[in-house]
């Protein structure tokens, strides 16, 4: 565990008080009784010491930074208190307040909560507003304020191991010594003069367990108080400035905050993937066929998620007789053993899913202890001094350290030995079980599940960090410093388009406490998703932090996605392979995640907090990385149109382009935009390099990955790299950097250099592209790492861009190959439709040499052609097409020869493709000419159904931006803010 104790260089005393500079920004404020041990939330503050100054005049202490000052008078009698005590951070002033920590969480940007079980929509995150205890509500770290103030005060702290847990190495905790309140001093405070000690929703438990006083129902002022009388109440708090006067700097405040409570863990590499998840009584063989025929559709998967009928649940037991256990528990809600029905040979069943490279993990409802039916009783009660022969149950006892070493070490072990990858922690039994104040079981056991030795298939692992299995849990949130132990299960939802938009907000407001991995239910939980909604459900999923599809127990509650209509199918199997193609980006982002506090989904105002669009927009939209924006659609689309209208706000001093459009937009911009069921509004921001997996597209020469089993498990022997210009790259010279992290996926050998990166520099004029892909390395060493294959291919997307007059690797010309051609060696191709050059590098190549691609353009690179959605023109006519060519043999009937510009105008893409030379005016001719004809032609359709009509027009109603005009003025239609000549 990370060193607890701050550097004394930083610490400056003044009498009862006791004050840490942790960074420019951040200083711990405690008085009373002192600690230097780590607390569930802070558990490391010896870091680099900032330059401060510290000034006593009289009984006042005055410590100055470079972007705060806090004063302090010692002299006074009482705690903590707007008399004694002032931060000031430029025109900004902090003092406490009657309710505890003041106005703190005024303007507070939220956090998370542990769970959205039930939740049909939006659940108000503001804590103050939250009146139920066990959701754990946790304001965020963030305020438009400029600060937060965090309240450690007796927060349980992690201890040495005790018995029985020294052997595993694992830590326990202890409640720091309060002082109980007495009822003469709780009645002695007038309501007026109570200062609240935690927050409304607080239990009894915790507030009796702080020293405070508890009434449940006051009639005015808080229900659980201090009582300031006592002359030094302990108080342990820390004021956490989002950086100088001269401009708030959240990114800065989370990478210090992860340094003092903990690093976002890299997960292992498979848990980014595809996940498969249904509450369902499947069998060995159904869960083989499900995963074969995973195979034959070609939909990428990587986790197999076994939901609590993995052992026996005693279903009729308990809807004839509501059979309970030892425990009172639902009897067959827990359970440790294998259902032999279902499952006949279970280790070879976990073989066979090993074998094909997928992980595996099972459902735990913890809370009904052993039972004599557990095959592991007999060794769990003889360990526990109980005699078998009596039956009597093992009982679940998390605060307990040997109740603790036999059921990890015992049950869950039998199992991981057989083969299971990691739990699913399913805890949602109650949170007063520890009886303890503070300290709730979720929080406890994730602690415990995350603090474990790991197994292999062979038994317990040990030795070097690259020898030692990653951690991983599946559960929930528990609470301040919850985000060491990832990643979260967000419970059983209402699916409605509510939820779905509630999801996304939901994600977002969790960074700001450091949590960047929710795994939600996509489709919801708990009844049938319709069809359009799980569409959407699934695009969201492929640009969340878990691409994990769930449902209940319930007839046609079914969320694979083959067992709907081919349409949406066919969709949602292209955004699944989507999101495996884009593993290698997503894990790059994992480990900026680790690195800076980051998480991988991010609020708006991250980047750009001194903007109001970015916490206007920050609820529907996000950065998925650095590289990328996304703003999921969340509503059905318009029964007229048959598209759905997204608002999206491009922030200012970046360039965005529209991956699907085919358009560059400069923000800042508004932008109001129309999407189709096959659209999503995802945005690559110009010039950067996108890492993805080579192979998986129609088009590609490499060899890509061996079907779509274990994709994201394995590093891409063919890795592709997209960059998008859309006209903009090269407008001047302009040079960028971007890359690809890898490390073996598994270990824990990441934190100990144990990693590569790939780096790869573009630099752009006025005749093209260079491209330099150099050897992948580390900070430590150039060499290529163990776990890198030694060579490679490599599969260059420049997304927006003219044909090219020449492509060159190092010093050698490569040829042109035809659309659909298979290259023998390396070749370029160019796809009309989509403006798009891939340069196919299907020699393989040492990964120690630095390769060297130039691409020389026929045409100016630059050219505002080039982002004015050319991709979307082509892209919708030939839905009109479509349109149109059903109405034959139907009394309204149009002919062919009454849509010419339609039928042009969807072949202007495949056309640019066979004569490049001609490209700028082939294009030019789709915008001037093709698309006003083809809406002309339509409008002319007097036979055409109105519903069709209105689609149809709809669809082609995108409008490009001409070359000149006034700017703000073009910010109004439908292609809003497209950059202009």
């Known amino acids: 565990m990370s060193t607890a104790a701050a550097d004394p260089a930083a610490i400056v005393q003044a009498g009862s008080a006791r004050f840490t500079v942790l960074t420019d920004d951040v200083i711990r404020m405690e008085d009373g009784r002192w600690t230097d041990e780590p607390t569930f939330a802070f558990i490391n503050r010896k870091l680099d010491v900032p330059r401060y100054h510290v000034e006593r005049n009289g009984s006042t202490v005055t410590i100055t930074t470079k972007a705060l000052k806090l004063e302090y008078d010692q002299g006074t009698k009482t705690a903590f208190s707007p008399s004694n005590l002032r931060v000031t951070m430029g025109d900004v002033v902090w003092t406490p307040k009657p309710e505890g920590v003041g106005d703190a969480n005024k303007g507070n940007l939220l956090g998370t909560v542990r769970t959205l079980d039930g939740v049909d929509g ?36 992690f201890t040495a191991p005790p018995e029985h847990m020294q052997a595993m190495g694992i830590g326990w905790y202890e409640r720091p010594q309060v002082d109980e309140a007495s009822d003469e001093e709780c009645a002695a405070v007038k309501v007026e003069e109570r200062r609240g000690c935690g927050e409304d929703s607080i239990v009894p438990l915790d507030c009796l367990g702080r020293g405070c006083c508890y009434d449940e129902d006051p009639e005015s002022g808080p229900s659980c108080w201090y009582v300031p009388t006592r002359s030094h109440a302990t108080r342990d708090w820390y004021f956490i400035g989002h950086g100088s006067p001269d ?108 074998r094909r490279g997928l992980s595996t993990t099972l459902n735990l409802h913890p809370a009904g202890g052993i039972e004599p039916w557990e095959d592991t009783y007999p060794d769990v009660a003889t360990e526990m001094g109980i005699d078998p022969a009596s039956g009597k149950f093992v009982p679940f006892k998390p605060s307990d350290p040997h109740n603790m070493f036999a059921w990890f070490n015992i049950t869950l072990a039998k199992r991981e030995v057989e083969g299971v990858d990691f739990w699913w922690l399913d805890w949602q039994q109650g949170e007063t079980w520890m009886k303890q104040p503070d300290v709730n079981p979720t929080f406890w056991l994730n602690h415990l599940f995350w603090s474990k030795p790991h197994f292999s298939k062979s038994g317990m692992e040990s030795g070097t960090p690259e020898t030692r299995r990653r951690p991983i849990l599946f559960g929930r949130w528990g609470g301040l410093g919850n985000h060491r132990y990832a990643l979260g299960f967000s419970g059983d939802v209402n699916p409605s388009w509510a939820s779905l938009k509630f999801q996304v907000q939901f994600t977002l407001t969790a960074a700001n406490v450091l949590f960047s991995y929710w795994s939600h239910d996509l489709g919801g939980h708990l009844k049938p998703c319709p069809a359009e909604m799980y569409t959407r459900w699934i695009q969201w999923g492929a640009f969340s932090p878990c691409m994990r599809p769930h449902s209940s127990k319930e007839f046609g509650n079914d969320r694979r996605i083959w067992v709907y209509p081919n349409t949406y199918y066919d969709i949602m199997r292209t955004f699944m392979r989507r999101r495996a193609e884009l593993v290698p980006y997503i894990y790059s982002q994992g480990r900026r995640a680790y690195d800076d506090g980051l998480a991988l989904l991010r609020p708006m105002y991250y980047q750009d907090p001194q903007e109001d669009k970015a916490y206007e927009y920050g609820k529907g939209q996000y950065y998925f990385g650095d590289d990328m924006l996304v703003a999921p659609v969340t509503a059905p689309v318009d029964n007229t149109t048959g598209l759905a209208e997204k608002k999206i706000w491009i922030p200012p001093s970046s360039i965005f382009y529209e991956v699907g459009w085919g358009i560059g937009v400069k923000g800042p911009a508004e932008l109001t935009w129309t999407y189709d069921l096959s659209e999503m509004p995802v945005f690559a921001r110009v010039g950067q390099v996108i890492p993805t997996v080579g192979g998986m597209r129609a088009d590609s020469q490499c060899k890509g990955p061996q079907g779509s089993i274990r994709t994201s498990n394995v590093l891409p ?61 580390t900070a430590k060493s150039p060499a290529v790492l163990p776990f890198l294959p030694t060579e490679r291919q490599y599969e260059i997307r420049v997304a927006g861009t003219w044909p090219p007059k020449a492509v060159s690797i190092g010093d050698r010309l490569i040829e042109r190959a035809d659309l659909g051609e298979r290259c023998l060696a390396d070749c370029w191709t160019y796809d009309g439709e989509t403006l798009t050059l891939t340069v196919h590098l299907v020699d393989l190549r040492p990964l120690t040499e630095e390769m060297i691609v130039a691409i020389t353009s026929l045409f100016t690179p630059a050219t505002p052609l080039l982002r004015r959605g050319f991709p979307k023109l082509v892209s919708r006519a030939k839905k009109v097409k479509v349109l149109l060519d059903n109405q034959w043999g139907r009394n309204t009937t149009v002919y062919e020869e009454d849509y010419q510009s339609v039928i042009a105008l969807s072949l202007q893409g495949i056309k640019l493709t066979y004569n490049p030379a001609t490209a700028p005016q082939l294009v030019q001719e789709a915008i001037d000419t093709l698309l006003p004809n083809a809406i002309k032609e339509v409008q002319g359709l007097t036979k055409l159904p109105a519903d069709v009509k209105s689609k149809a027009l709809a669809l082609l109603d995108v409008r490009p931006m001409p070359h000149h005009g006034d700017d703000d003025a073009q910010r109004k239609g439908p292609a809003d803010a497209l950059l202009t000549a």
């Not at 503001?126 to 009146?131: K, M, R």
């Not at 009172?328 to 090993?354: A, C, E, M, V």
Request: aromatic share 16%.
């Open 247 to 354: 401009g708030i700097d959240y990114k800065g405040t989370l990478k210090a905050m992860s340094k003092m409570m903990g690093k976002i863990p890299l997960l292992p590499r498979y848990a980014y993937g595809g996940w498969y998840s249904r509450y369902w009584s499947w069998s060995d063989v159904e869960l083989r066929d499900i995963v074969k025929e995973y195979e034959e559709r070609d939909i990428p998967l990587d986790v197999l998620v076994i939901d609590m009928n993995w052992h026996p649940s005693f279903e009729k037991e308990r809807a004839m007789n509501a059979s309970r256990d030892q425990a009172h528990q639902p009897k067959g809600w827990t359970g440790y053993t294998w259902d032999r029905t279902l499952f006949p040979s279970p280790s070879k069943f976990l073989q066979y899913i090993d």
């Open 717 to 777: 022997s063919c890795l592709g790299l997209t960059f998008y210009a859309g006209g903009i790259m090269t407008e001047t010279d302009t040079e960028g950097f971007g890359g690809v992290y890898e490390d073996d996926g598994w270990s824990q050998g990441y934190e100990d250099g144990a990693f590569a990166y790939t780096n790869v520099s573009y630099s752009s004029g006025v005749e093209g592209y260079a491209i330099i892909i150099s050897p992948p390395g």
């Open 122 to 157: 939006w659940l108000d995150l503001d804590c103050a507003n939250q009146d139920r205890y066990d959701l754990h509500c946790t304001y965020g770290l963030l305020s438009t304020q400029g600060y937060t103030v965090v309240d450690d005060t007796n927060r349980p702290r």
